[in-house]
């Protein structure tokens, strides 16, 4: 898959009134097969520069969003306005069952791009861990001006 997108995200999370952010800006495959659309991309390991993840994220026609993480510390999200979802998050301690309750999801992903935003919230044995954002904000390499190819993580 190539490539030939340049992708930004902002993930936000609120957790006992104290909040964290996580913005990433790298190059993504961006594609739609049978319906659905995928945003694939690798992240970095920030003790461990050498190592890389597979992150893909897919939209299907119900705004249903699934996001998948590779690696050690892998899971795969399910996000569904109104609906709370069981997920798996496998960790270096080993794997904890989440409830995630998506509260929005806005959806203006188009064949040349566009925006991706979800809020949700997980709860850990139906206690509430936090509350999250993600932004996701997707064009094509050629229309974007520093096209480099170097990702960013903050």
Do not use: W
Request: charged share 25%; net charge negative.
């Amino acid at each position: 898959m190539e490539e030939n997108y340049i992708l930004s995200v902002l993930g936000k999370q609120f957790v006992n009134g104290e909040s964290d952010k996580v913005e990433l800006k790298t190059t993504a495959a961006y594609v739609m097969k049978n319906g659905r659309r995928y945003i694939t991309y690798n992240e970095y390991d920030a003790q461990n520069p050498n190592r890389r993840y597979r992150t893909t994220v897919k939209v299907d026609e119900n705004n249903i969003v699934t996001v998948i993480k590779g690696g050690e510390e892998s899971h795969k999200l399910i996000l569904e306005k109104g609906v709370r979802h069981k997920c798996e998050y496998v960790t270096s301690f080993g794997i904890i069952t989440l409830g995630v309750y998506t509260e929005m999801v806005k959806n203006t992903l188009n064949d040349n791009g566009g925006e991706l935003e979800v809020r949700y919230t997980i709860d850990i044995q139906s206690e509430l861990a936090s509350q999250n954002e993600l932004i996701l904000k997707i064009e094509e390499a050629t229309n974007y001006v520093n096209s480099g190819t170097n990702s960013q993580q903050s």
